[in-house]
């Protein structure tokens, strides 16, 4: 399985941002995608996370702020991400974890500045 992760950027604190990841290769079966983060000297940490049937888990710090969601026909997922601040800043990775494996993309980084 391939994850290609796109958006991020840089805003303001109060903006908004979007990130996409999108999975190819072989995706059938469940499995569970979301998006970590990770600030230098710091371990990658969830973010938010959507399952095959469409339960979702966030981090405290992001509930009421950020929104994942699925289109299972594109295999992608999307982080809605409001209301940003400064502590949002890091790189992004989305995830796939199926049968016990897990599946990375390339990181996205998102400054939030003051």
């Known amino acids: 399985v391939q994850l290609q992760a796109s958006g991020g950027g840089s805003v303001q604190t109060g903006g908004s941002l979007s990130l996409s990841c999108v999975a190819s290769?072989?995706?059938?079966?469940?499995?569970?995608m979301g998006w970590y983060r990770q600030t230098p000297g710091s371990q990658r940490d969830l973010v938010a996370r959507?399952?095959?049937?469409?339960?979702?888990k966030y981090a405290d710090s992001v509930k009421g702020r950020f929104t994942i969601s699925r289109d299972f026909a594109k295999n992608t997922i999307t982080l809605q991400m409001n209301s940003l601040k400064p502590e949002d800043t890091a790189v992004y990775y989305c995830?796939?974890?199926?049968?016990?494996?897990?599946?990375w993309g390339q990181g996205t980084l998102v400054t939030v500045s003051s």
């Open positions: 995830n796939r974890w199926s049968g016990g494996r897990d599946s």
């Open positions: 290769g072989r995706v059938s079966g469940i499995d569970s």
């Open positions: 959507i399952t095959s049937v469409g339960i979702t």
